[in-house]
Nanobody, 115 residues
């Protein structure tokens, strides 16, 4: 399985970005999928999870600001990020949750929140 993240960039505080993750393979719909992020010098943290049935969970730091979604017909996972803060600056990655994942990590997409 290959994972390709995109959609990052530079945005001002309070702005929005939508991240996308393309997932290869034929059984994407059964994976629970996750978004993670890793800030410089820090560990990779879980941001959001969406189950195969569409259930969602979020880290406390992003609740009410971020929304995870998926399109099983396109093998895509998305992360809508609103009201961005400087502390959201990180490289964002997607991956499958256990038991099917995690797979080899993609290159990630850089999100920088700065004025």
């Amino acid at each position: 399985v290959q994972l390709v993240e995109s959609g990052g960039g530079l945005v001002q505080p309070g702005g929005s970005l939508r991240l996308s993750c393309a997932v290869s393979g034929n059984i994407f719909s059964i994976y629970a999928m996750r978004w993670y992020r890793q800030a410089p010098g820090k560990q990779r943290d879980l941001v959001a999870t969406i189950t195969s049935g569409g259930g969602r969970n979020y880290a406390d730091s992003v609740k009410g600001r971020f929304t995870i979604s998926r399109d099983n017909a396109k093998n895509m996972v998305y992360l809508q990020m609103n009201s961005l803060k400087p502390e959201d600056t990180a490289v964002y990655y997607c991956n499958a949750a256990p038991p099917f994942g995690p797979f080899d990590w993609g290159q990630g997409t850089q999100v920088t929140v700065s004025s």
